[in-house]
Every structure is written in structure tokens, then in C-alpha cells.
């Protein structure tokens, strides 16, 4: 039970069940948290940072219910194959080939540019980072096991799972296993028993290639495939079941699919009790994806100009289950709301005693908010209600610290902080001070009107200076 837990529950949508669930952990007051990490060859995309931002808030939600959390994230650094289907070049090996480096370096250098993303979006790091080929071994022993328990089958280049060994296949995305006939995108394969089957264990090639990252196993020298690692690396840090497993919603008909086969075949017991797949980052109504050929990265939003946590606010602004269509002019917008945010925080006292009660009225609103299935929006709501309302500024300044806990804006940081207002309108209330001295009353008025574009209020001074104000 947390600690706001005052006869509100949280309640989370499930896709296991396609349901809203009141949220129970296996251990009271713990909470497992497994997210599917970035394949690090090439950077993450702000669709990806969509996802990862929208864990952070799920985990900071948690913990301001009152639950101390475990998280655990992967990163893919081998396995992740450049076709569908188990098909094609590892994409970590087709980048070392054409950046002239090794699969190894490329793999470190893009989880270090990964994980400084999530930090410059206030993601707080996860307790654990494991990476799959620290844990072949690990991944090894659950394909014996599989293998033991009759699961599996050798084609000519791995060792498959056969799904219709597996009843429950297809039941996160709701699709039959005779439904799922494999897409334009998959070329069918003579050696699989089903479409759906999919690869435990790859070979390496035998045409005289030879891979950077390959390991001895019972099968031969090979690699894991994609899926295998998140089973085994979630339940060696978190256990089965595990609470609460999160990625986007591209990864539920294949990979997390595959994921609870592996997982749930032979254990019986779910993998995680509850699935939370956020909605996607779109450009023009379709998937931002490395793959698309449409993604940004957050430095194509900074070499822009913005603040990336104008990103964050973006993001918490759409509910996660909820697509999100990126625009320029959307960065903007959640930025100029960012920036004003900052402003009334600074202008909010640093000190004095709020009235209890007047805190808790506006806090049951902001937890209820979180509780409705991590409803950000609304919280964003409650936040701009609660600045522009006649409260105390002292209970405002309470709350805001309470509300930044979970937005992670960074704006708790700011309360009581003197602003300063920025260069370029400090230029503009110079101008206007010339122009006042020419008695050019229509100059006067337009910077005026520009300087409260940029959210600050110019007042005339008797000595013939002027102060700023955040509007
Ligand atoms: P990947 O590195 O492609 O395996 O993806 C890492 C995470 O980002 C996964 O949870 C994906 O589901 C998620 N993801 C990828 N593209 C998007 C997008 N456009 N919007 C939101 N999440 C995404
Ligand atoms: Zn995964």
C-alpha cells in the first residue's frame, strides 16, 4: 500500500487483459519494473525516448505512491537481427562494418549516448542496466531448459521455438497462431515448422564470414537471438512473476509475445502481472522509427535551439496511451509552457509553512490524476489550476515540489530562485528605454507588446530604469 493510499487505488490499463487494473504487487509495498532498452548501434530516436520517458514517469509514480522500486532495463547490444524473422545481418555487426569499428565499440559508444539522452531528460537511471552479451550464459542455460522440456527444434541456421507447442501464443496481441500469417515484410521460410517460430539460438554463419561477438554453446559457436535476453535478464533480477513489464506497443505481436512464450512455457506462472505499452511517437500519423527514415534525435531538437526538456514536458502533455504526432511547432509550444512554468516557480517563496490542509486538497487531485492509469495530462492540468489560482503562493510552492517529484521538469529546483530575465529581453527593455527618450510612444508600445510575447512584464522605473516581471 503506498503511502497516499487514503481509499484510491491506482489503476492501470493491462494488455495482458485489455483491461484496467487496480494495481496489486506480488510483494507489498516492492514493486519489479522491466523495460525493453535500446539496441545500441545506431542513437536513439526521440520515439524511443517517448518510451523510456514514459517509464520514468510510471516509476516515479510508483514511487511517490509510496512503493520502493526495482527497475531494471536492458540494453541489446547483440542479437537484433537487420531483417524480420530471424533473418539478415546483426545490426550491431552491419554498423562496425561500415564505421570502420569494432562491434564492441560501436555497442558502448551508443549505450553511453543513450543513457546521456535519458539523463538530459531527467530520467532517473535504472538499479540495474544489464547488457545481453554479459549474460549469455544465462540466456544459454534457458535454452537448454526449453530444449529439456521438448520447446524446441533445429533448423538449418539456430535452434527455434516451436509456438505450437505454446497454446497461449498470441494472447498479448490477441491474434491466433493460424491468423498470424506472415506479413509482406517476412519471407516465408521452408525450414520453420510455423510462421510464428521463432530463434532461441543463432549459428554463426558458415559462408567464411566471421562474427565479432559469438560464444561457445551446446549447439555450437553462435549468438542469442533478440528475444531470449530479456527473459533471462528480467527474471534473474527480478524474478517470476515480476510486477510490472513496459515497452512500446510495437513490441507486443512479436517480441513480447515471444518473450512470454519463452518465459511462461515451461514455469507456468506469468512472466509479469501487468503489461504497459505506450502509444507511439508519429510523424504524420506514422511510427517515428530509425527504420522509417523519419526519426529525430534529441540533439536534432538542441542543435534547433530548444531545451530538451521542452521534450519531456512535450511528452507529458499526451496521455502515454495516446499516439503523439511530433511537429516542430509542438516542441515550441511545450516549450514556451516549459519556460513559463520556470518563471512562476522562481517567482513562488522558498520558505514558510503551508496550510496543511489547503495542500492536501489540491495533492488528493494531482495523486488522483497519477492513479488514473498515469494520466500526465491531468496532472499538467492540475499544476496550471493550482499556479493560477489565488492560493497561498507558499502552499503553491508545496505543491509544485510534490508534482515536480513525478514531472521530473526540474522545477522544483527553481522556487524561491531570483530569476533573471533572459539577454535578448533585457536588449528589448533597453531599446525601449531609447525609444521612451525620443518620446516614440508607438516604438515604446511595440516592444512593450514584445517583451510580454516572450512572457514578461516591463514596468518604467522612477529613476528612468526599468524592472521585468514574469507575466
Ligand atoms: P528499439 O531500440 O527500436 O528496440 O526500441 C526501444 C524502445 O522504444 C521500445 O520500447 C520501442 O517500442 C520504443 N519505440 C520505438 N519507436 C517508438 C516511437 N516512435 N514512439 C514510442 N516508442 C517507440
Ligand atoms: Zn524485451
Not at 520514468?56 to 524473422?85: A, S
Not at 511545450?334 to 492536501?360: I, K
Not at 515536480?404 to 531599446?431: K, M, N, R, S, T
Request: with cysteine; aromatic share 8%.
Amino acid at each position: 500500500m503506498g503511502r497516499y493510499h487514503g481509499g484510491t487505488m491506482l489503476r492501470i490499463w493491462n494488455t495482458r487483459h485489455r483491461a484496467l487494473e487496480e494495481f496489486a504487487s506480488v510483494t507489498p509495498g516492492k514493486v519489479g519494473l522491466y523495460n525493453c532498452g535500446p539496441t545500441v548501434y545506431n542513437p536513439v530516436t526521440i520515439g524511443n525516448l517517448r518510451a523510456y520517458t514514459f517509464v520514468d514517469v510510471l516509476k516515479r509514480t510508483l514511487q511517490v505512491l509510496g512503493y520502493e522500486v526495482r527497475h531494471v532495463m536492458n540494453i541489446t547490444d547483440v542479437g537484433h537481427l537487420v531483417g524480420d524473422g530471424d533473418v539478415g545481418e546483426d545490426k550491431m555487426e552491419r554498423e562496425a562494418k561500415r564505421q570502420g569499428q569494432t562491434a564492441w565499440d560501436i555497442a558502448r559508444m551508443y549505450e553511453a549516448r543513450a543513457l546521456a539522452d535519458e539523463a538530459r531528460l531527467n530520467i532517473l537511471p535504472p538499479d540495474v542496466l544489464p547488457r545481453a552479451t554479459e549474460h549469455v550464459a544465462e540466456q544459454i542455460a534457458l535454452v537448454q531448459a526449453l530444449e529439456a522440456a521438448g520447446f524446441t527444434y533445429r533448423a538449418a541456421d539456430g535452434i527455434y521455438f516451436d509456438t505450437a507447442k505454446f497454446p497461449a501464443y498470441g494472447s498479448l496481441s490477441g491474434q491466433k497462431l493460424e491468423e498470424k500469417a506472415e506479413g509482406a515484410r517476412v519471407a516465408i521460410r521452408e525450414d520453420k515448422r510455423n510462421p510464428t517460430d521463432f530463434a532461441l539460438w543463432k549459428f554463426s554463419p558458415t559462408d567464411g564470414t566471421k562474427r565479432q561477438m559469438e560464444w561457445e554453446s551446446p549447439w555450437g559457436i553462435g549468438f542469442p537471438g533478440w528475444h531470449i535476453e530479456c527473459s533471462a535478464m528480467s527474471v534473474k533480477y527480478l524474478g517470476q512473476p515480476f510486477d510490472i513489464h513496459a515497452g512500446g506497443m510495437d513490441l507486443i505481436p512479436v517480441h513480447h509475445e515471444n518473450e512470454i512464450a519463452q518465459s511462461e512455457a515451461i514455469q507456468g506462472t506469468p512472466l509479469a502481472r501487468y503489461w504497459m505499452h505506450n502509444e507511439f511517437l508519429t510523424v504524420d500519423g506514422r511510427r517515428m522509427g530509425k527504420s522509417e527514415g523519419n526519426a529525430y534525435t534529441l540533439d536534432d531538437l538542441m542543435a534547433r535551439g530548444h531545451d530538451p526538456l521542452a521534450f519531456r514536458y512535450l511528452c507529458l502533455n499526451a496521455h502515454y496511451r495516446s499516439k503523439l504526432n511530433f511537429t516542430w511547432e509542438g516542441v515550441a509550444g511545450a516549450e514556451s509552457a516549459l519556460q513559463h512554468l520556470r518563471q512562476l516557480a522562481r517567482a513562488l517563496p522558498s520558505s514558510g509553512e503551508p496550510n496543511p490542509e489547503a495542500v492536501s486538497a489540491w495533492r488528493t487531485r494531482f495523486i488522483q490524476a497519477l492513479e488514473d492509469d498515469v494520466n500526465t495530462p491531468a496532472v499538467l492540468a492540475v499544476v496550471w489550476e493550482c499556479l493560477k489560482s489565488e492560493a497561498d503562493p507558499v502552499v503553491k510552492a508545496a505543491l509544485l515540489r510534490e508534482m515536480d517529484q513525478v514531472l521530473g521538469l526540474g522545477v522544483a529546483e527553481l522556487i524561491g530562485v531570483p530569476f533573471g530575465a533572459p539577454a535578448e529581453v533585457v536588449a528589448l527593455a533597453e531599446e525601449r528605454v531609447v525609444v521612451r527618450q525620443a518620446k516614440d510612444w508607438a516604438a515604446s508600445d511595440r516592444l512593450r507588446d514584445a517583451i510580454a510575447e516572450k512572457g514578461w512584464k516591463v514596468e518604467d522605473r522612477k529613476d528612468g530604469g526599468f524592472s521585468l516581471t514574469p507575466m
